[in-house]
């Protein structure tokens, strides 16, 4: 926890979970992309957190967007981005929703197959557009399912689609998985992208960019390589199938740019046991799946949780929200190991949730209402 944090919560009187975004961190992660991928544009994914600040920030360190709406759009414009920065990434798209964008200047789109080149052909005549492959995400482990991207076999047939529709064929996309923890995992997908471009290229089509997706990680419980190795082994994978020849790149970073810059602090609503001798007690908190921890989903995402009692005795515990849906379990399958003197009303905090928590909290489960979120 950064000092600023730590005394924005001190003074804080407020009752409620909350989430508490520390801006430095952002910053310092956005210059460490910066300076880890020195060729590469960062478009920041919108939707890991669009707070105001977080976004008007980003837009003045000369961050673009990665945008997966029209109001996404509209937020990354608010936020000071011009419309030449902001790609619209989303490979499912409403042909009135591309008109939007297209009129609002974005001329950069994804698509994955035939029918989204040709709404894109009818709606934003003449755009940009990179076609998603998918990728197989071992080692991530928030991975992404086969909802986005096709076989790279497919992909040389949309691109040439486009070309012949009047778009500008323009690149190669895929993401890893999101909290990759393996570096080389850019390596099969970036070979696929290749084979792309020289396919592409004895059809008379010059693909320009590479759309390195996200997939970098925050820290959670587990260490995970810094930003320099992820650039490292990017660099050395680019070089390895596109020898001297490398296309312009970009990457979309959403948790490795958000996640470790925020904390949940959260309050202890009951402590209890199923039967006399139980000997894990269930822990509820007044936040769980549906106030923002969606991504403890399978217990896939580990936050760091701490306590004012840190230094106690450990015992596992259950870990649960507040609401009346019996999905509101964070963590059953692995307990979690809690101080055996945590009490009702103790403030907890959850580490590492600037990213994807905002965005996941229901409007007002159980009257509960959404995530509170500040950024300082
Ligand atoms: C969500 C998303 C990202 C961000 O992924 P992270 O793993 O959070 O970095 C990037 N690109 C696209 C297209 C996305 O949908």
Redesign the pocket.
């Known amino acids: 926890m950064t000092a600023r944090i730590r005394e924005f919560l001190r003074t804080r009187r407020e009752d409620g979970p909350c989430v508490v975004v520390d801006l430095d961190v952002v910053r310092d992660n956005y210059r460490a992309f910066a300076h880890a991928l020195p060729d590469t544009r960062v478009f920041y ?1 919108v ?2 957190n669009p707070a105001p600040e977080i976004l008007r920030l980003l837009a003045s360190l000369g961050s673009c967007f ?1 945008a ?1 709406s029209v109001v996404e759009i509209e937020m990354a414009l608010a936020a000071g981005a011009t419309a030449d920065r902001i790609s619209f ?1 989303n490979t499912i798209k409403k042909e009135r929703d591309i008109a939007r964008a297209h009129q609002l200047g974005v001329r950069l789109f ?1 698509v994955d197959c035939l029918a989204e080149v040709e709404k894109i052909a009818r709606a934003a005549p003449g755009a940009k557009v990179f076609c998603r492959i998918l990728c197989d995400c071992d080692g991530a482990e ?1 991975p992404l399912s086969r909802k986005f991207g096709c076989v790279p076999e497919m992909a040389t047939d949309v691109l040439e689609q486009a070309h012949r529709l009047g778009l500008e064929a323009y690149g190669v996309s895929f ?1 890893v998985g ?2 990759q923890t393996n570096t080389e995992a850019w390596d099969i997908a970036l070979a696929s992208a290749s084979t792309i471009f020289r396919e592409c290229a004895e059809r008379g089509i010059h693909l320009r960019m590479v759309n390195l ?4 990680p925050a820290r959670y419980l587990k260490p995970v390589p810094g930003v320099e190795s992820y650039g490292d082994a990017i660099f050395r994978a680019l070089s390895r199938h596109f020898g001297n020849r490398l296309p312009e790149t970009i990457i ?5 740019m958000v996640g470790d810059a925020g904390i949940i602090e959260t309050e202890v609503v009951l402590v209890s046991k199923k039967s006399e001798n139980d000997d894990v007690r269930w822990v509820y908190l007044d936040i769980g799946k549906f106030g923002g921890l969606a991504e403890t989903m399978d217990e896939s995402i580990r936050y760091p949780i701490r306590t004012t009692r840190d230094g106690d005795e450990m015992a596992p515990c259950v870990l649960a929200g507040p609401t009346c849906d019996s999905a509101d379990v964070l963590y059953e399958k692995v307990p979690y190991l809690l101080p055996v003197s945590l009490e009702i009303g103790d403030k907890v905090l959850i580490e590492g949730t600037g ?1 994807y928590t905002t965005t996941y909290s229901a409007v007002a489960f159980n009257g509960f209402p959404p995530l509170k979120s500040y950024v300082i």
């Open positions: 994914a939707k890991a990665d997966a990434g994804a928030w993401h999101s909290q997706g996200g997939g970098f979309e970073p959403g948790r490795g990213a």
